[in-house]
């Protein structure tokens, strides 16, 4: 069987007919498959590149649409009160420390020893020159005033005894009865009559006094202290306390020191004879208290401070002033006129400059530096702006150059607290 198998197939195949001749080439099987690739190829790309074209114009039509920037509103206008430069005088001025002294502090003593028998004033009084403010036992002067007003009696009778035996002695030695001796010895007598009579008048004068001494009198005005005796203890000539102190209060006077580089200047006024004005201030220097003027000044200069003291008189009508009370006095040196003056607080400053923040006509802020000429208390006179330009009152930690302002009503202006 293992040879008819062979046989056969050989046989089959002779059987079969030889195909036909075809066109084999590579070149002929893949030429539609290349064409049909390309034209695909094409295709994609062109779908992405409208793709493409598609997405551009809609992200320009969303940019357009939505994504249009809008105008930025300008910040709003900063809310400020104002205020206006002007022109004027302002005054130069130096101000110190002082204290209030009295013109006189006067002890009342006892001039005489005796019972204190009477006080008539009230502690604290505002007492007068020559007002009796207590009373002492006279009844001893009294009676040495008796004494000594007898004594004299007793030596003006007898030196009128010696005068009339004078005129009978001269007589007598006229007509040579007598001798120039005698008539001297009793010459001589009257004279001594007339010394003894001197002096016991002046015994006299001096038991009244002693006697007007029981009346203990103010030697000035002012007010008095607190008593420093009570009624019915003894008092004593040579006592240094005495009853009471009178403080002289109207004038009175306050003593401050300045630096000598001041001195030519305050001289130079006085040498004028132009009275110096003087403002005597509270401790906060917000309230005057009263005015006076320069009474003064020391012998010499305090080469400790380098300062030279100033005494100050003041009416002191209302009693504002009071011994030893610690005042500030502002000395007026000069005036400087047609100055250019805008309040202090308007004054902004730094460690570079000093400035002022000016509101323009179209309602703008402007930082413009300024130079300080004096300054009087809330007056300043200023270099670098011009009276009539309006200045920003408040609100300066929001004002800049070139911030607008919304310029609130003068009424509602008010000295601002803080920055």
């Not at 249009?68 to 022109?87: G, W």
């Not at 007068?128 to 040495?144: M, N, S, T, Y």
């Not at 004078?166 to 005698?182: D, F, M, S, T, V």
């Not at 607190?226 to 004038?251: C, E, F, K, M, Y």
Request: charged letters at 20%.
């Amino acid at each position: 069987m293992s040879e008819e198998t062979p046989k056969s197939a050989n046989a089959s195949k002779a059987a079969v007919p030889p195909a036909p001749e075809t066109d084999v080439s590579p070149h002929r099987e893949m030429q539609p498959a290349t064409a049909g690739a390309a034209s695909g190829r094409k295709r994609r790309w062109l779908t992405i590149v409208v793709s493409l074209l598609v997405l551009v114009l809609v992200v320009l039509f969303f940019r357009a649409v939505f994504g249009r920037k809008q105008p930025v509103p300008p910040p709003p206008a900063v809310p400020a009160s104002t205020v206006t430069a002007q022109e004027g005088d302002i005054g130069i001025n130096v101000e110190a420390l002082g204290v209030v002294t009295p013109l006189a502090t006067v002890s009342v003593p006892s001039q005489v020893s005796g019972q204190l028998t009477k006080v008539n004033f009230v502690e604290g009084q505002i007492v007068h020159a020559g007002d009796v403010l207590a009373e002492i036992d006279p009844r001893p002067f009294e009676a040495q005033l008796v004494a000594t007003e007898g004594q004299l009696a007793r030596d003006q009778a007898l030196l009128a005894e010696a005068r009339m035996d004078l005129e009978r002695y001269k007589g007598a030695y006229e007509q040579r009865a007598i001798p120039k001796q005698q008539l001297d010895d009793q010459q001589a007598l009257v004279d001594q009559e007339i010394g003894t009579v001197k002096f016991d008048q002046g015994q006299v004068d001096s038991a009244k006094v002693q006697l007007g001494f029981c009346r203990i009198t103010a030697f000035v005005s002012g007010r008095i202290g607190l008593r420093l005796i009570d009624p019915g203890n003894v008092i004593l000539s040579s006592s240094t306390n005495g009853i009471a102190v009178i403080t002289q209060l109207q004038p009175i006077t306050v003593i401050f020191a300045v630096a000598e580089d001041y001195l030519p200047q305050i001289q130079h006024q006085l040498a004028l004879g132009n009275q110096m004005a003087v403002q005597a201030l509270d401790r906060a220097k917000e309230t005057n208290l009263t005015s006076g003027v320069v009474l003064a000044l020391d012998s010499q200069i305090d080469t400790g401070t380098g300062t030279i003291r100033i005494r100050a008189i003041f009416s002191n009508e209302n009693n504002v002033l009071f011994p030893n009370q610690f005042v500030n006095a502002r000395l007026l040196i000069d005036t400087l006129h047609n100055q250019t003056l805008i309040p202090t607080f308007t004054i902004q400053r730094n460690a570079q400059a000093t400035s002022v923040f000016v509101v323009k006509p179209d309602q703008t802020i402007e930082l413009r530096p300024v130079k300080v000429v004096a300054t009087d208390g809330d007056t300043t006179a200023v270099q670098g702006v011009k009276p009539g330009e309006t200045l920003a009152a408040d609100n300066f930690n929001r004002l800049q150059n070139g911030v607008k302002v919304s310029v609130r009503k003068t009424e509602e202006a008010q000295k601002p607290s803080g920055p």
